[in-house]
């Protein structure tokens, strides 16, 4: 027997997580598959909905809505790709990115102290 964790138990801990998450991004009207699109796009400008998509884990007809939903609040915009254009790439606005950086600040502290109250092992945040 391995101390590794079952697949529900690391379905639990994230579901866990992203209430914190939300907590911290609700006063924005923001979920946490918008907060998502935002931190990916902030560390990866430019990704195309396919490349955001596995950044996010989020099934394409979801990521739509959001990717819509957060270009309406001009949060995001869309570019149709210089060298291949049947690909569209996303990018924050100036309004997404200082939403982003100031929300980064309660949203990290509010992870970590997650991290912290439940003992979570390296391996889950290897990833991040």
């Known amino acids: 027997m391995t101390d590794a964790p079952t697949s529900s138990e690391v379905v639990r801990a994230a579901r866990m997580l992203g ?8 006063d924005e009207d923001l979920t946490l598959d918008d907060w998502l699109v935002l931190a990916a796009l902030a560390d990866s400008p430019g990704l195309t909905m396919a490349e955001l998509r596995t950044h996010t884990q989020a099934a394409a007809p979801t990521l739509t809505r959001v990717v819509d939903r957060l270009a309406g609040r001009a949060l995001v915009f869309r570019e149709v790709d210089a060298d291949d254009r049947r690909k569209v790439r996303v990018y924050l606005s100036k309004r997404g990115a200082a939403l982003h950086t100031r929300l980064l600040a309660t ?14 092992s390296p391996w889950m945040r290897a990833g991040s």
């Open 19 to 26: 209430a914190v998450i939300e907590r911290q991004v609700g």
């Open 107 to 120: 949203v990290r502290p509010a992870e970590q102290a997650w991290f912290d109250q439940h003992g979570v």
